[in-house]
Nanobody, 124 residues
Framework: QVQLVESGGGLVQAGGSLRLSCAAS????????MGWFRQAPGKEREFVAA????????YSIDAVKGRFTISRDNAKNTVYLQMNSLKPEDTAVYYC?????????????????WGQGTQVTVSS
């Protein structure tokens, strides 16, 4: 069982930065693939980025490449999403997710555990 708690969201102007954190419980955090998703009002939950257990392989959508960076610290049971050059279209609730299965990593169905979400609002 894994429990995930996100933090770091907030209101920022376009061009600004935020760093989201996701603290995980459980002794086997290092064995999980961790992902970040986001959901804007009236839209489906969208994959943003994922990172494998070793931290050496990461994945992200084109819309955030070059702006967002996912990383993890297995010693702290924490995964991060550094978001730079934020745009109004990045506004959404951001969710942290974890899976032990290592498949379908770009879809919500590929994850078993979810955090409660943290709001990110980017003003123009």
């Amino acid at each position: 069982q894994v429990q995930l708690v996100e933090s770091g969201g907030g209101l920022v102007q376009a061009g600004g930065s935020l760093r989201l954190s996701c603290a995980a419980s459980g002794r086997t955090f290092s064995q999980y693939v961790m992902g970040w998703f986001r959901q804007a009002p009236g839209k489906e939950r969208e994959f943003v980025a994922a990172i494998r257990w070793s931290g050496t392989r990461t994945y992200s959508i084109d819309a955030v490449k070059g702006r967002f960076t996912i990383s993890r610290d297995n010693a702290k049971n924490t995964v991060y999403l550094q978001m730079n050059s934020l745009k109004p279209e990045d506004t959404a609730v951001y969710y942290c997710a974890a899976t032990y299965r290592d498949m379908s990593l770009t879809t919500p169905n590929g994850y078993d555990y979810w955090g409660q979400g943290t709001q990110v609002t980017v003003s123009s």
